[in-house]
């Protein structure tokens, strides 16, 4: 007859540490823990010896010496005078342009190709496979290349647009002017009372955003729909246009102009820029196209037909109830594309834009011999920006949760 | 009359009578699909005149007026308008192998000849099992062709498995037989195996290589890094940081989904902080600052410490793949491994991990496409990949002006790879479809 029989010893002997659940995990911690500890000691350890015999010192000092050298695109004013840690800032400031400006096409590029891509038009349908595969089989280093190549090959030189009948002209009645070293695009002047126009703009947004949060509450109240977008479009211009007229037209815009071998006046956007701005808007437009494409095909064919058997019209079901359920499944992917985005405009460097890597990992680095130093100033800055674009999005991913029993 | 006339009676089926043109073949298809409506028609002609204008500027260019016969862009221009593939024609082999040297190309093909042999039993079910052994010792195999120098080095190396598994074995037996417990005793000996590779790496492989190539000397002449480029760079860079970090992947992966909170913590702070910042950053680490932390006086080569950035930098992105595929597993399949009685890892070998590798299938291959293509960085930090090979060529003299041509050149080489490894996860999907579809 079998009996169970505890054998209640509960003596400690060593083996446990591996055989008994209970203590082996934290034997794996500890051996872990003391592993991680012993290598990390011994990497700070030949760091400091290195440093030791290389003479170096571990300061951020440098950062307020003289950077002296040149940025040649930049928001903020910057000469070769100012200091190390000024050029990092113009850097920074650099990649966020390019990074936001490039989320902005990419976006618009991807949910265009991504429709399109389900367009029952078969040429159309090719097309978009074709851009899509195209971009996202090769290396974005190479589309940067060969975009910043375009321009530099084929437009025309600014000397061309010189002379009573010249080679090239600059298009939109003078507003934008294409050359190889970059484009014009006019500059807004702000005269006096400007800032009364800028303000009631700003005043108006955010009166539009509570006007449609009250109609979205009044609508889930009563069921009523008012016309949304005219409302919304007239709160957000009207009051501008007024003011902008009262106030005699403050605000101006400064035409580029050709003056000598160069223009003059106007935004510049050098080359460097806009190659990169397209090719990552290109690039990630690709990878964004498949992801609106799967959003859209997630959205079962039963979602539509029912909206359209509830009499809902085609606009209507997009909006109530076709974009609601695609969105919560392309935003997150979309947004670690706007950080692959980010990090991807580090290839800067390879045409000359000046941003936090060309600045700070590149000729600061260079020129002061802080390697650790700067490598770490700007590993903190790409991490603090994606720890910040992953906040945004486990914010959105708890807020559109399904919420189930 | 009438009368005599029978009343039709049908003897067979007729035949039916095919569909109105306008339903079935070329033409209901063409309106169908390309001009069903207004706007429809209005993107196909868009479409066709964007195809249009792109073959009739590139089919010119490319075939009709290209010149392959020319010593210089100038050259080039004089003979005819079109693309000038001379210059591939010339250089088309600094594409493939850097500077390598010519008495030694027949090595660099010779590793890859071998290497779609060591990788054949891993992408194919249908090799033979024996090959696998052929893979396993690869990797010494195409350090050894690729970089030249004595053979016993490579060998005393793939010798540390062996050593430790003898160690183990021997240990194993000889401490059972002792008084010892045998969890303990199994412990020591794997600690024991352990400790034995590392010392024999350390000490042993020099040592080795010195005593067994004064009796018998193999070698191959030594190629330096900096003459390696080219696809070959890429294509080395590439194999190895896959290789290398699909097992550190799964680890990384099982290490952040682990209860053990230490461990979790580790490979969670590791995947988010390398996820965090730009590749080309980790490869300035590479080239600056990576002997910093190595012991004062030791120094190794630059496309190792490139091959390592990239490997840890794929395998970030491999966990989070990963571990996508094991929070997608059913819980059941967990609760069933664990009520079988399977321990950890043989619950995870046998039955997550299969499972969970097959879900994450195409964002492995993402990944490793990503990988293969964030090759071409290395150019930033100065090696000589495809990308690095443009700037002597567009600074030579006879050259410079070339655009299209060598992008074009590259880009196609990284199409056909990038776009066959899309095409094989999609194969492996099917493969392995199980599901009742």
Request: proline content about 5%; charged content about 15%; glycine content about 8%.
């Amino acid at each position: 007859m079998a009996t169970i029989s505890s054998t209640g010893d509960t003596n400690f002997r060593i083996g446990m540490l591996i055989y008994d659940t209970r203590y082996r995990s934290y034997t794996i911690q500890i051996i872990a823990l003391i592993i991680f500890m012993l290598a990390a000691a011994w990497l700070v350890n030949n760091v400091i010896e290195n440093l030791a015999a290389l003479g170096k010192t571990f300061s951020f000092g440098f950062l307020n010496d003289t950077a002296s050298y040149d940025i040649n695109q930049r928001l903020i004013d910057y000469s070769s005078t100012s200091s190390h840690a000024r050029a990092a800032v113009v850097g920074i400031l650099n990649t966020l342009l390019v990074a936001i400006l490039g989320c902005i096409t990419a976006t618009v590029v991807g949910v265009v190709a991504g429709v399109l891509r389900l367009s029952n038009n078969w040429l159309i349908a090719r097309l978009m496979t074709i851009y899509v595969e195209g971009f996202r089989n090769i290396p974005v280093l190479v589309w940067i290349l060969i975009t910043v190549a375009v321009i530099n090959e084929t437009l025309p030189a600014p000397n061309q647009f010189r002379g009573a009948d010249p080679d090239a002209s600059p298009l939109l009645g003078g507003m934008l002017v294409l050359t190889n070293r970059g484009f014009y695009i006019p500059a807004p002047v702000m005269g006096d009372m400007s800032m009364a126009v800028v303000i009631v703009f700003l005043l108006s947004v955010g009166v539009m955003i509570g006007f449609r949060r009250w109609a979205k509450k009044r609508q889930e109240a009563t069921g009523e729909i008012l016309p949304l977008l005219p409302i919304s479009l007239g709160i957000l211009f009207l009051p501008t246009l007024l003011v902008f007229f009262l106030l005699g037209m403050p605000i101006t815009l400064e035409y580029p102009e050709l003056k000598g071998f160069n223009f003059r006046g106007g935004v510049f956007m050098r080359d460097s820029l806009i190659g990169l701005w397209l090719a990552l808007s290109l690039y990630t437009g690709a990878f964004t196209a498949e992801i609106v494409r799967a959003g859209i095909l997630a959205v079962s064919k039963g979602q539509s037909e029912a909206a359209f058997a509830l009499g809902l019209r085609p606009g209507r079901t997009m909006n109530l109830v076709i974009l609601p359920q695609a969105l919560r499944v392309i935003v997150p992917p979309l947004i670690s594309q706007y950080l692959n985005l980010t990090k991807n405009s580090s290839l800067a460097i390879a045409v000359g834009y000046m941003d936090a890597t060309g600045t700070l990992g590149g000729i600061s680095l260079n020129q002061t011999g802080k390697e650790f130093e700067c490598l770490m100033l700007l590993m903190a800055f790409y991490l603090i920006v994606s720890l910040s674009i992953s906040a945004v999005m486990n914010w959105y991913n708890e807020r559109v949760k399904l919420r189930e029993r | 009359m009438s009368a005599n006339r029978e009343p039709f009676v049908a003897s067979g089926d007729i035949p039916p009578s095919p569909p109105p043109s306008s339903v079935v073949g070329p033409v209901a298809w063409v309106r169908e699909n390309l001009f069903s409506s207004i706007p429809n028609a209005i993107m196909t002609l868009a479409g066709l005149f964007i195809i249009y204008s792109l073959l009739a500027s590139v089919i010119p260019w490319l075939f009709v007026n290209s010149v392959w016969n020319a010593t210089s862009l100038g050259h080039c221009r004089e003979i005819d308008n079109g693309a000038c593939l001379a210059v591939i024609k010339e250089r088309y082999l600094q594409f493939i192998y850097g500077f390598y040297p010519e008495a030694e190309r027949w090595r660099a093909i010779l590793t890859f000849v071998l290497m779609v042999v060591a990788v054949w039993p891993i992408l194919f079910a249908g090799a033979p099992r024996k090959l696998f052994y052929f893979s396993a010792v690869y990797p010494a195999l195409a350090y050894w062709l690729i970089w030249g120098g004595t053979i016993w080095g490579p060998v005393g190396v793939m010798l540390g498995p062996i050593i430790a598994i003898i160690t183990y074995r021997i240990l194993s037996t000889v401490l059972r037989g002792t008084s010892m417990e045998e969890g303990i005793a199994g412990v020591l000996a794997l600690i024991a195996a352990g400790l034995a590779m590392v010392i024999w790496w350390l000490l042993g492989v020099e040592l080795f290589d010195g005593t067994v190539s004064s009796i018998v000397s193999i070698g191959l002449p030594v190629v330096e890094s900096d003459k390696i480029g080219g696809f070959l760079l890429s294509t080395l860079i590439g194999v190895s940081g896959i290789a290398g970090s699909f097992p550190l992947g799964i680890a990384l992966a099982l290490g952040r989904r682990s209860n053990l909170l230490f461990i979790k913590a580790i490979s969670t702070g590791f995947i988010e902080f390398i996820r965090g910042v730009p590749l080309i950053t980790l490869l300035f680490v590479a080239s600056t600052l990576l002997n910093y932390f190595l012991p004062p006086g030791t120094s190794f080569d630059i496309i190792l410490r490139v091959v390592i950035m990239v490997t840890l930098f794929a395998s970030a992105y491999m966990a989070e793949v990963i571990r996508g595929g094991l929070a997608a597993l059913p819980k059941g399949q967990y609760e069933a491994a664990d009520a079988l009685g399977l321990d950890y890892w043989k619950s995870m070998r046998l039955i997550i991990l299969p499972q969970a590798l097959k879900i994450s299938i195409p964002g492995i291959v993402n990944t490793f496409i990503g990988l293969f293509k964030d090759t071409v960085l290395v150019s930033v930090i100065g090696l000589l990949d495809p990308v690095g090979i443009l700037n002597p060529i567009r600074a030579d003299q006879n050259w410079n002006g070339i655009v299209w041509e060598l992008y074009g050149f590259i880009s196609i080489f990284f199409f056909i790879f990038c776009f066959g490894m899309s095409r094989y996860s999609q194969y492996l999907e099917r493969k392995l479809q199980t599901g009742h579809r």
